[in-house]
T-cell receptor, first 113, second 113 residues
Framework: AQSVAQPEDQVNVAEGNPLTVKCTYSVSGNPYLFWYVQYPNRGLQFLLKYITGDNLVKGSYGFEAEFNKSQTSFHLKKPSALVSDSALYFCAVYAGNNRKLIWGLGTSLAVNP | EPEVTQTPSHQVTQMGQEVILRCVPISNHLYFYWYRQILGQKVEFLVSFYNNEISEKSEIFDDQFSVERPDGSNFTLKIRSTKLEDSAMYFC???????????FGPGTRLLVL
């Protein structure tokens, strides 16, 4: 079965430190991978995606993610966290034999001043 | 920049009543989705809609739910007889193609009493 896992419900990091939010996936075929962010009481905003090409993808607000095919991962990273990055982060994957995105359960990121 | 809009932002209803949630997708998008999210937790897929018909639906999307694109712009979700457990945030999303970025509306917070 096709699935996306975000193994951490919550990630805590100090402001200024690097952050990583993990995502692994299991799909048949080539995956299209997405990260979305949800700020409190808001809708989901697209951050970045990987479809093909360079494994390191840069997105909004200084975030980047690295596609690792051998580890079937697409971890979200940022070199220096801001308090304003505190939000819920969702990883999602599309594979050609689906007509919908498969969503992870979300990771709550708390950046402490 | 074009965006997905949703109305109303909040809806309070009595159990057993019908509600209609409205969405205006981005104008050149062809695929439309409804999701729900309970208490800021996981994003649950409800239904996808393309070419004026449902292309996929989840087990949540039972006979109490229906979707419609009554004109060239609106995309509606109807819940015929609401239950307490339908209380959630409902998000509409649209995209040009299932493997492309989905753009989300701000959501409708539904409270069933």
């Amino acid at each position: 079965a096709q699935s996306v896992a975000q193994p951490e419900d919550q990630v805590n990091v100090a402001e200024g430190n690097p952050l990583t939010v993990k995502c692994t996936y299991s799909v048949s075929g080539n995956p299209y991978l997405f990260w979305y962010v949800q700020y409190p009481n808001r809708g989901l905003q697209f951050l970045l995606k990987y479809i093909t090409g360079d494994n390191l993808v840069k997105g909004s607000y200084g975030f980047e993610a690295e596609f690792n095919k051998s580890q079937t991962s697409f971890h979200l990273k940022k070199p220096s966290a801001l308090v304003s990055d505190s939000a819920l982060y969702f990883c999602a994957v599309y594979a050609g034999n689906n007509r919908k995105l498969i969503w992870g359960l979300g990771t709550s990121l708390a950046v402490n001043p | 920049e074009p965006e997905v809009t949703q109305t109303p932002s909040h809806q309070v209803t009595q159990m057993g009543q019908e509600v209609i949630l409205r969405c205006v997708p981005i104008s050149n998008h062809l695929y439309f989705y409804w999701y729900r999210q309970i208490l800021g937790q996981k994003v649950e897929f409800l239904v996808s809609f393309y070419n004026n018909e449902i292309s996929e639906k989840s087990e949540i999307f039972d006979d109490q739910f229906s979707v419609e694109r009554p004109d060239g712009s609106n995309f509606t979700l109807k819940i015929r007889s609401t239950k307490l457990e339908d209380s959630a945030m409902y998000f509409c999303a649209s995209t040009t193609w299932p493997g492309e970025t989905q753009y989300f509306g701000p959501g409708t917070r539904l409270l069933v009493l």
